[in-house]
């Protein structure tokens, strides 16, 4: 069954303009992290956030802000006043407790293009 | 400075060839995995690694994979006889128990 889902495929905006991407999430632990990446042209993973199951609070970095909501078992992320180098694929990771090995094995969504355009 | 390196960044191989991608962590980092990105999809994870064994491993890695810390630094994944769909980024991740870290990835393409 799938863990992760980002029903969002492609989202086209221009720049200056809000964006924000949707992450729901399935588990049966009560303790559990998540996360967002970027992946931007070149590749690689940059991590964004990771957030604990027991920290319900909203966050704010910058023009980055996350709204996670366990009722719904959401976690979304909401790019504000977006720039062409907002441009990149952007992951919603889970990784659930067990054993201390668990923590580093994630479960990715499919991931979202986001398209800045000037 | 990364906390997780990978070489090479891109690695062409023939078919069939065996190819060896490695990884190092930093030292205090006990928990390993490696992750493959096919072009266009998800990341997936392939295996996790600790106390110089497999801790669990996906229905991906079958018996053409490998991994091994040989010398308690490098962390090594090895693909015996490459095929055109192990074609991917392959990332390296390392925990300290906390949080992970991922190197910035060894784009593999199988010709």
């Known amino acids: 069954a799938q863990k992760v889902t980002q029903a969002q495929t492609e989202i086209s905006v221009v720049e200056k303009e809000d964006v924000t991407l949707d992450c729901v999430y399935e588990?049966?632990?009560?303790?559990?992290?998540l996360f967002w990446y970027k992946q931007p042209p070149s590749g690689e993973l940059v991590f964004l956030i990771r957030r604990n199951s027991f920290d319900e609070q909203n966050e704010i970095s910058g023009r980055y802000s996350w709204n996670f909501q366990k009722s719904t078992s959401s976690f979304n992320f909401t790019i504000t006043a977006s720039q062409v180098v907002d441009s990149a694929v952007y992951f919603c990771a889970l990784s659930e407790a067990g054993t201390t090995d668990s923590w580093g094995k994630l479960q990715f969504g499919a991931g979202t293009q986001v398209v800045v355009t000037p | 400075e990364p906390e997780v390196t990978q070489t090479p960044s891109h690695q062409v191989t023939q078919m069939g060839q065996e190819v060896i991608l490695r990884c190092v962590p930093i030292s205090n980092h006990l928990y390993f995995y490696w992750y493959r990105q096919i072009l266009g999809q998800k990341v997936e994870f392939l295996v996790s690694f600790y106390n110089n064994e497999i801790s669990e491993k996906s229905e991906i890695f079958d018996d053409q994979f490998s991994v091994e810390r040989p010398d308690g630094s490098n962390f090594t994944l090895k693909i015996r006889s490459t095929k055109l769909e192990d074609s991917a980024m392959y990332f390296c991740?390392?925990?300290?128990?906390?949080?992970?870290?991922f190197g910035q990835g060894t784009r593999l393409t199988v010709v």
């Open positions: 588990t049966r632990d009560t303790t559990y992290y």
């Open positions: 991740a390392a925990s300290d128990g906390f949080e992970a870290f």
